[in-house]
C-alpha cells in the first residue's frame, strides 16, 4: 500500500485517539495510561462482530462506541470519586488488566498471535475493500470527530469544561456539577477512542495486544503533551507528528532489535521536556 | 410562620478546634443582614456549611422551612441560595461575560449531547443568553467590560463581577464574602447603592462585613458571631453601640 | 504440599515487595509526587548488579555498587525533574506525566543497551536449594530476600524513629509549612528522601531478579503491587505497607492454586478494588 494513504489512514485514526486523550487528560484533567485499554476493547469487539458476520461495521462500530463510553465512565468514576492519587493505581490497573485479557483470554482475542484476516469495513451493503476508500473512510471519521470536538468546546459545555480547569470549587459555588460535566467528558472520550478502535481493526486486517498495551497509552499522552493540552490544533498536531517519528528513525541507522525501545525512549524524553520547557504544547493551553 | 433561613445548633470542628460551636440565627427574607465578628470567629464557615461546601457534625440548616442537610453545592444553588468568595475565585482567563454566563441555569447545550446533535439550536439559545448575561453586567454598571478578560479589570471592577455572577445563579438568597473589602472610597459607595437596590429588587442579602460604617449604612440587622457561637443579633446601632460587643472585636482599642 | 510451598514463595515476594512498597511510600507521603518513575530505579539496580557481576565483581560489590547508583539516580530525578516542576509550580497532572516520562526514558535506555530479552544471572550458588519442612524448598536467593528485605524494614523503621534526620523527614511529611518555617529545609530533605527511597528499592531490585530474571519493562507490575499495599496499609505506615505487601503476595501465591498465574494482576487488582469500596482509607491509617 502507498506510504502516504497508510500515514494519512493511521494519522486519522490517531487523530481520534488524541482528541479522546485530549478530553481526558487535558480537558477534564485526569491522568490516565489506559487509554490504549479502552481503543483496544473497541477494535476486539468489531473485530469480533466482523468476523464473526454478526452485523456489518457501522452497527459494530455504533457497539464498540458504546461499550467504550460504559469502560471509560467506570474507569474515571474512581478517579473524581475517590481522593488523592488512587485514580493512578486504578489507570495502571485497568491498563495492565486489558493486556493480560487481550493476552490470555485466546478464544475472544487469539491470545497474543492477535486475530488475523478482519474483514474490510462496509459501508450500507457496500464493502470498502480497496485501501483509498479506506483512508477515505477513516479521514471523513476524523473530520467527523474534529467537528464534534468543536462543536462541543464552542457550546456552554466547553465554556463549564474551561471553567472547571480553573476553579472547580468556583463552578459548584455557580450551581453547576463538576461531577456530571467531567463524567460526560469521559464519555465523549470513550466513545472516540471506540471508534478509533474499530477503525483500526479493519484497516490493519489484523489486531493483536500489542498495539493496546501500556506503550501505546504512552504514546497517545505524549501525542497530547507534544500537540498540546485543550485545543483541536494541539490534537491533531500531536499525532501526525509523532507518526512521523518512526519514519524519520529509519533514516538514522539504528539497529532493527532496539528501534522499539528508541521510540519509546524519545516519546519518555519528549514528556519530560515539554513538562519542563513547554507545558502547553506546540498549540495548546497550559496542563 | 416558618423561618426564611434558619440554622439550628450549628457545629463544625477541624481536627479539635471548633469553627461553629452551637451556632443558631434566622434570618428574614428581603433584609440585608449582616455578619460580623472578630477574624476567626467562623464567619465563612457559616458560609461553607449554608451553601454545602462542608457539612456540619451536627446541627442543621434550614431554608423556607426546607432541611438543605446533605445537599450538594449545585442543588443549594438551585434551591435559591448562591454566594460568592472573599478571594472572589473568578475564572481570570475568561472574559466579563463568560463568568456570568458560566453561572447562568439551564443552558441548551451544557451537556455534550444537545451541543453535538443540535449546534443551530445552541448558537441560537446562546446569543439570548449572551444578551442576558449584558442585562445583569449592566445591572451592576460593568457593560463597558463585557468583552475584557477578568486579569484586566480592576479590582473594585473584579468585585462587581463577582456579584454580577452571583446575580447570574437567580438566586433569591445571595450570601456575599466582604464584598465592600479594599475598594476605594468611590467604589465602595457604589457597592452600597448596588446592594441597596438588589434588596428593592426582592433580593435577600446576607453579607460578611468588618467595616463599621458600610455595616451601619446597609445592614437591617446584624449577627455578630464569636468564636463560632452567635454572641448577639440586633440593629446595627445596638450592636455597633454595645461596649462589651466592641472590646471583643476591636480588643479594646476603641 | 503445594500450598505450603506456595506459603513460603508468597512470603519471600512479600518481603520484597514490602521493601518497594515502604520505599514507594517514604517518597509519597514525604513529597506527595506520585513517584511513577521509581519502576525505573527498581529495574535499574538488578541491571547494574548484573553487569557488575559479568564483569567479574564479587557479589557484594556488585550490590553495593548498583545501590550507590539507584541513590545517585533517585537524587537526580528530584533535583532534575521534580524540584524543577516544583519551582515552575507546575500541576499535579504535569508532575505525574513527568514522572512516567523518566519512567520510559529509564526503561528504554535499559531496553537499548540491554536488548528487551530476559537476562538471567549467573551465580551458582544463589540456586542452591535449601529443605525447609518435608518437600517444601526454598533457594538461597530466597532466603537472602528474606532476610536482606527484614533488615531493610528493620533499618528504616529504626531511621525514622531513632534518628534525627528521620525525624525530620516525617515532620516535613506531617507538615511542610511548618516545616519549612522551622528551618527544616524540605526541598533539601525531600533530596534525601528520593535517594533513601532509591537506595531502599534496590534491595528488592537485585534480590527479586536473581530467580526471576531481568526484563526492562517488569518494573510496573511490583510497583503498581507495592502501591496498592501501602495504600491499603494506610498511607504514612511503615508497618502498613510492608505487612498488606506480604498480605497481598500470599494471596496471589495462594490464588494460584485456583486461578492460573497469568491473571494474578487481577487478583491484586480486584483486592485494590475491594479496599476503596470497604477500607479507602487503609487497615493501619491511624498508626502512624
Same mark, same amino acid.
Given at each position: 500500500m502507498d506510504f502516504w494513504l497508510s500515514y494519512l489512514t493511521l494519522a486519522s485514526i490517531y487523530v481520534l485517539l488524541g482528541l479522546s486523550t485530549n478530553l481526558l487528560v487535558g480537558i477534564a484533567g485526569i491522568f490516565s495510561v489506559s487509554q490504549a485499554a479502552v481503543f483496544g476493547v473497541g477494535a476486539y469487539i468489531v473485530a469480533y462482530f466482523l468476523m464473526n458476520d454478526v452485523m456489518s461495521f457501522l452497527p459494530a462500530l455504533a457497539i464498540a462506541a458504546v461499550c467504550c463510553i460504559a469502560l471509560n465512565i467506570l474507569v474515571t468514576l474512581p478517579a473524581l470519586r475517590v481522593s488523592g492519587d488512587y485514580f493512578v493505581v486504578t489507570s495502571f490497573g485497568i491498563q495492565l488488566l486489558a493486556t493480560a485479557v487481550f493476552?490470555?483470554?485466546?478464544?475472544?482475542?487469539?491470545?497474543?498471535?492477535?486475530?488475523? &484476516?478482519?474483514?474490510?469495513?462496509?459501508?450500507? &451493503?457496500?464493502?470498502?475493500?480497496?485501501?483509498?476508500?479506506?483512508?477515505?473512510?477513516?479521514?471523513?471519521?476524523m473530520v467527523l470527530g474534529c467537528l464534534i470536538f468543536w462543536l462541543v468546546m464552542r457550546a456552554p459545555f466547553g465554556r463549564l469544561l474551561r471553567a472547571i480547569r480553573e476553579d472547580e470549587l468556583a463552578v459548584a459555588a455557580a450551581g453547576k456539577s463538576v461531577l456530571r460535566a467531567k463524567v460526560s467528558a469521559a464519555a465523549l472520550a470513550g466513545a472516540f477512542a471506540g471508534t478509533a478502535g474499530g477503525l483500526y481493526a479493519t484497516f490493519l486486517s489484523f489486531i493483536d495486544p500489542s498495539s493496546f498495551d501500556l506503550d501505546s497509552s504512552i504514546l497517545l499522552l505524549t501525542m497530547v503533551v507534544v500537540g498540546g493540552a485543550r485545543t483541536l490544533a494541539g490534537s491533531i498536531i500531536g499525532p501526525f507528528l509523532l507518526l512521523a517519528l518512526p519514519q524519520i528513525l529509519t533514516l538514522v541507522d539504528i539497529p532493527t532489535t532496539i528501534a522499539a525501545a528508541a521510540r519509546q525512549l524519545i516519546y519518555g524524553v519528549l514528556l519530560i521536556a515539554f513538562m519542563l520547557f513547554r507545558p502547553q504544547g506546540l498549540a495548546g493551553e497550559k496542563l | 410562620m416558618t423561618p426564611y433561613l434558619q440554622a439550628? *445548633?450549628?457545629?463544625?470542628s477541624f #481536627?479539635?478546634?471548633?469553627?461553629?460551636? $452551637?451556632?443558631?440565627?434566622?434570618?428574614?427574607? *428581603?433584609?440585608? /443582614?449582616?455578619? %460580623? *465578628?472578630?477574624?476567626?470567629?467562623?464567619?465563612?464557615?457559616?458560609?461553607? %456549611?449554608? /451553601? #454545602?461546601?462542608?457539612?456540619?457534625?451536627?446541627?442543621?440548616?434550614s431554608f423556607k422551612g426546607q432541611a438543605l442537610d446533605g445537599w450538594k453545592p449545585q442543588a443549594i444553588v438551585a434551591a435559591g441560595i448562591a454566594r460568592t468568595f472573599q478571594n472572589l475565585r473568578l475564572f481570570i482567563d475568561l472574559t466579563a461575560v463568560d463568568n456570568v454566563l458560566a453561572s447562568l441555569p439551564g443552558q441548551v447545550g451544557e451537556e455534550p449531547v444537545a451541543a453535538i446533535f443540535r449546534p443551530f439550536h445552541v448558537g441560537s439559545a446562546q446569543r439570548r443568553r449572551r444578551e442576558e448575561a449584558r442585562a445583569i453586567l449592566d445591572r451592576v454598571g460593568l457593560s463597558a467590560r463585557a468583552n475584557d478578560f477578568v486579569r484586566n479589570l480592576s479590582y473594585g471592577e473584579q468585585k462587581l463581577l463577582i456579584i454580577a455572577r452571583v446575580l447570574a445563579t437567580g438566586a433569591e438568597l445571595l450570601l456575599l464574602d466582604e464584598p465592600a473589602s479594599g475598594l476605594s472610597a468611590g467604589a465602595l459607595?457604589? %457597592?452600597?447603592?448596588?446592594?441597596?437596590?438588589?434588596? $428593592? $429588587?426582592?433580593?435577600?442579602?446576607?453579607?460578611?462585613?468588618?467595616?463599621?460604617?458600610?455595616v451601619q449604612k446597609i445592614a437591617d440587622d446584624v449577627l455578630f458571631l464569636h468564636q463560632g457561637h452567635l454572641m448577639a443579633q440586633g440593629s446595627p446601632e445596638t450592636i455597633v453601640n454595645d461596649p462589651a460587643l466592641a472590646e471583643i472585636y476591636f480588643g479594646g482599642a476603641l | 504440599m503445594l500450598a505450603l510451598q506456595l506459603l513460603c514463595n508468597g512470603i519471600v515476594t512479600g518481603c520484597a515487595l514490602g521493601i518497594v512498597a515502604i520505599s514507594f511510600s517514604f517518597v509519597y507521603s514525604t513529597t506527595k509526587i506520585f513517584h511513577v518513575a521509581h519502576a525505573g530505579v527498581y529495574t535499574m539496580g538488578g541491571y547494574i548488579a548484573w553487569s557488575m557481576l559479568e564483569h567479574g565483581f564479587p557479589a557484594p560489590v556488585a550490590f553495593l555498587v548498583a545501590v550507590a547508583a539507584c541513590t545517585a539516580l533517585g537524587a537526580l530525578i528530584q533535583t532534575g525533574l521534580y524540584a524543577r516542576l516544583e519551582q515552575r509550580r507546575a500541576t499535579h497532572l504535569v508532575v505525574l506525566i513527568a514522572s512516567l516520562g523518566a519512567l520510559a526514558v529509564i526503561q528504554n535506555i535499559l531496553a537499548s543497551v540491554y536488548s528487551a530479552n530476559i537476562l538471567q544471572f549467573n551465580l551458582p550458588w544463589g540456586s542452591k536449594v535449601f529443605t525447609v519442612v518435608g518437600d517444601v524448598r526454598l533457594t538461597v536467593t530466597q532466603l537472602l530476600t528474606v532476610v536482606c528485605s527484614l533488615a531493610a524494614y528493620g533499618a528504616v523503621m529504626w531511621f525514622s524513629h531513632g534518628t534525627i534526620l528521620g525525624k525530620q523527614i516525617r515532620a516535613v511529611a506531617s507538615n511542610p509549612f511548618l516545616a519549612e518555617i522551622t528551618r527544616l529545609r524540605p526541598r533539601r530533605v525531600h533530596v534525601y528522601v528520593m535517594a533513601i527511597a532509591s537506595a531502599l528499592v534496590c534491595v528488592p531490585g537485585v534480590l527479586v531478579p536473581l530467580d526471576f530474571g531481568l526484563q526492562p519493562y517488569n518494573g510496573i507490575t511490583p510497583l503498581l503491587t507495592a502501591t496498592i499495599a501501602m495504600i491499603a496499609g494506610g498511607v504514612g505506615s511503615i508497618t502498613g505497607a510492608f505487612v498488606l505487601a506480604i498480605v497481598i503476595a500470599e494471596l496471589q501465591n495462594m490464588s494460584l492454586l485456583f486461578i492460573p498465574g497469568e491473571w494474578s494482576i487481577g487478583i491484586t487488582f480486584f483486592i485494590f478494588v475491594i479496599?476503596?469500596?470497604? =477500607?479507602?482509607?487503609?487497615?493501619? @491509617? @491511624? @498508626? =502512624?
Open positions: 493476552t490470555n483470554w485466546t478464544d475472544g482475542t487469539g491470545g497474543a498471535n492477535g486475530l488475523p &484476516g478482519i474483514p474490510p469495513p462496509d459501508l450500507f &451493503g457496500k464493502a470498502l475493500e480497496d485501501s483509498s476508500s479506506e483512508t477515505m473512510l477513516c479521514v471523513g471519521g | 439550628t *445548633g450549628v457545629e463544625v #481536627g479539635g478546634l471548633k469553627a461553629l460551636n $452551637d451556632c443558631s440565627f434566622t434570618i428574614q427574607q *428581603g433584609r440585608i /443582614t449582616c455578619l %460580623v *465578628g472578630p477574624n476567626g470567629a467562623g464567619k465563612t464557615t457559616i458560609f461553607n %456549611v449554608i /451553601t #454545602g461546601f462542608l457539612r456540619p457534625g451536627t446541627g442543621s440548616v459607595e457604589g %457597592v452600597m447603592t448596588l446592594l441597596r437596590r438588589l434588596q $428593592d $429588587d426582592g433580593k435577600t442579602l446576607l453579607v460578611v462585613e468588618h467595616n463599621t460604617r458600610v | 479496599f476503596m469500596l470497604f =477500607r479507602p482509607t487503609g487497615l493501619f @491509617a @491511624a @498508626a =502512624r
